[in-house]
């Protein structure tokens, strides 16, 4: 195949022979006419032309064979449920899987979805979740997943956006100790979105909590299923969305990040190969949640499309029921490769420093730990390869990219490892940092991380019904190029370091969050005046948001009822998966003379770094004041 250098210049070189290739490794119904259509810059679409099933690809494939096919799979393992907070352990087949999936999709077809409709799918970690969406997958509907730890207000927006034909969601999930009942959260979230709420409900009933199901509009997953006809795949044209990923931008409306079906069948089993050097048949475990895009992409859609056996958690990396539950999971199922978030590496450590937890099993199967999410600190980094003794890749991505920019790609060829960076650009993506006039800067120097364009196949083509927000957020900025949102530098090798984020989006426990959408929820309190949310820099979580609030004049509140007010607020509206527990009063925020809030500047102040004072600054003695206030909180 070469050495890494030759693959990824050859992707630079000849991007369309380079991705024609990879594009053999899908069976298509129809050939693509063109890899790569850039007849209409900055939108370029990959394979048009091309026709095929996604569901066909990560399953009927495996089970019935043809072209490509090494082996038929049918009694491998394609997924396998470990849930420790329910004690069940649940294998399925590539045959049981493809059947469930396609009995699934005649009940869905039964409710009136079809060919580009939209199915929000709002669930826990169940096996279920997976069937749904590779059930619309094969109907060639187009699958919302929203994560389960999102409040009412935050579905509800997704709903109105997305405007779904039919919601699938569950009684309860189960998050660690405690049972969370789903279907009060989804009946308000349809309240709320009004005339965009669908007819249809879909509700797997668990036992933990079962749900009232509304007459005529809700319809029990069993009863549904056990009524329907195993559909058939349906071919769609390779630009056709598979799914709609909704992701926190700087504001409180989300951004609908499009996923196509051929673009991202290539690309995600190149990357199992080569980005994860996993072959068919070996077992690979995302420890996600399918609420996120790594649970799109390697717990569901990637293993499958490359005749793998995926791992599906129902359980936290601490409490269920202790430190090891992640070296017992990789143990019993004999994992191959691990993808985790540092923040689950760091909850371990925290409870287990000395790998107590992990006697006992044995991890000689396990070859590779990945890392995303967030930054990979080099504490964390050490202390996972003192324990584990095997390679610990950093990588890096987003939802927006649906697969890794930068990694180590192991299938290609292993590079030393850097600590805190995640190797080199993946083939495909020419990454350059930039400076705020758009000039490439030195290495070593910091910037905007930026990748020119065309990006790879599986990357976004657009947002949602909303070309114009595509090319705002992310193609204006810099003309020929995808902003990331990321600040970073490359070396004197060629080595990315990621530094954080430069706009309004955190980081908390690897969940993706907008401080502005926060902002948005404080402003409603009759209290305030005016609010600030930063990330502050978290041990365990990595960030955490902290709010800074004015109050307006005259108004007369103790703090301390304040705080816990404005906590429950954000819970209520966004979810507690937003950790926001703290909120301080100050007299005044600090501002440009245009009136900017220098939210960085707080930021440095919070986490006690350094920092310059603005040039622009109003008054700095603002500055003093957050300080004094945020010592007395
Ligand atoms: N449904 C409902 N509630 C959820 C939820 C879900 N799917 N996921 C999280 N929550 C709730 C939690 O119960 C918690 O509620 P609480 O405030 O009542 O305790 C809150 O949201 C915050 O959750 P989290 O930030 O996950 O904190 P935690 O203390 O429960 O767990 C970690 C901390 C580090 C163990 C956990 O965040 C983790 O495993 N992170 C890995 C992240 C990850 O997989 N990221 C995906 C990208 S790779
Ligand atoms: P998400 O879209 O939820 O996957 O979040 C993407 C964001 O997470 C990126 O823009 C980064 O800010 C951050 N991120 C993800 N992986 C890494 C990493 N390996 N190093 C640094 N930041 C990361």
């Not at 927006?157 to 699938?168: E, F, N, T, Y």
């Not at 309240?191 to 809700?218: F, K, M, N, Y």
């Not at 920019?405 to 990454?431: H, M």
Request: glycine share 10%; aromatic share 8%.
């Amino acid at each position: 195949m070469g050495t890494f250098d030759e693959v990824y210049d050859r992707s630079m070189a000849d991007p369309e022979g380079f991705w024609g290739e990879a594009a053999g490794a899908i069976h298509w119904d129809t050939p693509p006419e063109r890899v790569l259509d850039d007849s209409n810059p900055p939108f370029y679409r990959w394979f048009r032309g091309g026709r095929l099933n996604t569901c066909f690809n990560a399953l009927d494939r495996w089970v019935d064979g043809g072209d490509g096919v090494d082996e038929v799979r049918a009694d491998q393992p394609a997924l396998i449920h470990d849930s420790p907070v329910t004690g069940t352990v649940t294998t399925y087949t590539y045959r049981e899987l493809r059947d469930l999936v396609a009995r699934f999709a005649g009940a869905l077809a039964d409710l009136g979805v079809g060919v580009g409709d939209r199915v929000v799918v709002y669930m826990p970690m169940v096996p279920e979740a997976a069937v749904a969406m590779l059930a619309c997958a094969r109907l060639g509907a187009v699958h919302s997943v929203v994560f389960g730890g999102f409040a009412p207000h935050e579905l509800a927006i997704r709903i109105d956006d997305a405007r779904p034909k039919v919601i699938v969601s569950a009684s309860c999930g189960i998050e660690g100790s405690k049972v969370i009942e789903y279907k009060p959260l989804l009946d308000r979230a349809l309240d709320l979105a009004g005339s965009s709420a669908p007819e249809h409900c879909v509700i797997l009933q668990r036992p933990q909590a079962e749900a009232t199901l509304l007459e005529g509009r809700d319809h029990a997953w069993a009863d549904l299923v056990a009524a329907a006809e195993p559909h058939p795949c349906v071919p769609v044209e390779a630009t056709d969305p598979l799914y709609v990923l909704y992701t926190s931008g700087t504001t409180g409306k989300p951004k609908g990040v499009v996923r196509d079906n051929g673009g991202h069948a290539v690309a995600l089993r190149w990357s199992m190969a080569n980005v994860y050097g996993v072959a068919p048949g070996e077992v690979f475990w995302a420890a996600s949640d399918v609420g996120w895009v790594v649970g799109h992409s390697y717990i569901v859609y990637a293993p499958l499309l490359s005749g793998c056996t995926t791992v599906m958690y129902e359980g936290k990396p601490v409490g269920t029921p202790d430190p090891g539950a992640f070296w017992r999971v990789a143990a019993q199922h004999d994992v191959s490769v691990l993808f985790t978030a540092p923040t689950a590496l760091r909850a371990i450590k925290k409870e287990d420093a000395g790998g107590a937890h992990l006697a006992g099993h044995d991890l000689s199967g396990l070859r590779a730990l990945f890392l995303a999410g967030e930054r990979t600190d080099p504490d964390t980094y050490e202390w996972a390869v003192e324990l584990l003794g095997i390679p610990v890749i950093d990588h890096w991505w987003q939802t927006e990219t649906g697969w890794a920019v930068a990694a180590n790609c192991l299938g290609i060829e292993a590079l030393p490892v850097k600590a805190g960076s995640p190797t080199r650009p993946v083939p495909g993506y020419r990454v350059e940092i930039l400076d705020e006039l758009g000039a490439e800067v030195e290495p070593g120097r910091d910037g905007s991380i930026a990748v020119r364009l065309p990006l790879p196949p599986g990357s976004l083509p657009t947002l949602w019904n909303d070309d114009k927000r595509f090319v705002s957020s992310y193609l204006s900025t810099y003309e020929g190029y995808y902003l990331t949102g990321d600040g970073g530098r490359v070396d004197d090798d060629g080595y990315l370091f990621v530094m954080g984020r430069i706009d309004d989006v955190i980081n908390v426990a690897g969940h993706r969050l907008s401080t502005g959408a926060m902002e948005e929820v404080l402003a409603t309190h009759p209290a305030v005046a005016e609010c600030a949310v930063i990330g502050v820099a978290d041990e365990l979580k990595g960030q955490m948001p902290l709010g800074l609030v004015v109050l307006k004049n005259g108004v007369e509140v103790d703090d301390e009822a304040l705080e816990k007010e404005l906590v429950q607020l954000v819970r209520d509206e966004i979810g507690a998966v937003a950790s926001f527990k703290r909120a301080v009063v100050v007299a005044r925020l600090p501002k440009t003379r245009s009136g900017k809030v220098l939210r960085a500047t707080m930021r440095a102040i919070a986490d006690g770094r350094d920092f310059a004072v603005p040039s622009t600054i109003d008054d700095p003695a603002v500055l003093d004041e957050i300080g004094a206030a945020l010592d007395h909180a």
